[in-house]
T-cell receptor, first 116, second 113 residues
Framework: DAGVIQSPRHEVTEMGQEVTLRCKPISGHDYLFWYRQTMMRGLELLIYFNNNVPIDDSGMPEDRFSAKMPNASFSTLKIQPSEPRDSAVYFC??????????????FGEGSRLTVL | KNQVEQSPQSLIILEGKNCTLQCNYTVSPFSNLRWYKQDTGRGPVSLTIMTFSENTKSNGRYTATLDADTKQSSLHITASQLSDSASYICVVPNSRGYNKLIFGAGTRLAVHP
């Protein structure tokens, strides 16, 4: 299996611009998670989906962030407008059913976002 | 408050030496604890999982222990290699059973030749 695929790997943009991060989960996985990682705060859960439905978005920082999962094989995380404090590595992860309860997530390689 | 704390924050060892990383948690009730390895510029990858009934589990040169009474886990690396240089993250599921995980801040291990 190809694993979780994220794009772009690196994104540099200017404050105020829209940023869209993309994720293709492992085929057959029914949970998809978006995390943000910074040196100061470590890994933070932003939102997760089950069977394409958003279940918990309480970690989304503010209205500038939005996430969608139009089908089982694709999800996006959008930041509009972006701010310098959004600079971080954004990870997408997927898991299969009960695997979630045992904590096993399969992570993508991450998208490193730099907002100037 | 559910928390996962790791120590040390960072560690430097020479190739071939052993080391032990610590993870303390306050999550209750407890179901399991997982160790992840995160190479620089990569996503975390699961190393092993410890469930409530397990005390010790080995995965090659990695040995994880769990003491559910003291709520501590350790990850011991034997005969370290340069490729062991990474961050090691301890993760425990939220006690309320939601599909949320509590991540430790990680230990950054550097293995020098």
């Amino acid at each position: 299996d190809a694993g979780v695929i994220q794009s772009p790997r690196h994104e540099v943009t200017e404050m105020g611009q829209e940023v869209t991060l993309r994720c293709k989960p492992i085929s057959g996985h029914d949970y998809l998670f978006w995390y943000r990682q910074t040196m100061m705060r470590g890994l933070e859960l932003l939102i997760y989906f089950n069977n394409n439905v958003p279940i918990d978005d309480s970690g989304m920082p503010e209205d500038r962030f939005s996430a969608k999962m139009p089908n089982a094989s694709f999800s996006t995380l959008k930041i509009q407008p972006s701010e310098p404090r959004d600079s971080a590595v954004y990870f997408c992860a997927s898991s299969l059913g009960g695997g979630v309860h045992t904590g096993e997530l399969f992570f993508g390689e991450g998208s490193r976002l730099t907002v100037l | 408050k559910n928390q996962v704390e790791q120590s040390p924050q960072s560690l430097i060892i020479l190739e071939g030496k052993n080391c032990t990383l610590q993870c303390n948690y306050t999550v209750s009730p407890f179901s399991n604890l997982r160790w992840y390895k995160q190479d620089t510029g990569r996503g975390p990858v699961s190393l092993t999982i410890m469930t409530f009934s397990e005390n010790t589990k080995s995965n090659g040169r990695y040995t994880a222990t769990l003491d559910a009474d003291t709520k501590q886990s350790s990850l011991h690396i034997t005969a370290s290699q340069l490729s062991d240089s990474a961050s090691y993250i301890c993760v425990v599921p939220n006690s309320r059973g939601y599909n949320k995980l509590i991540f430790g801040a990680g230990t950054r291990l550097a293995v020098h030749p």
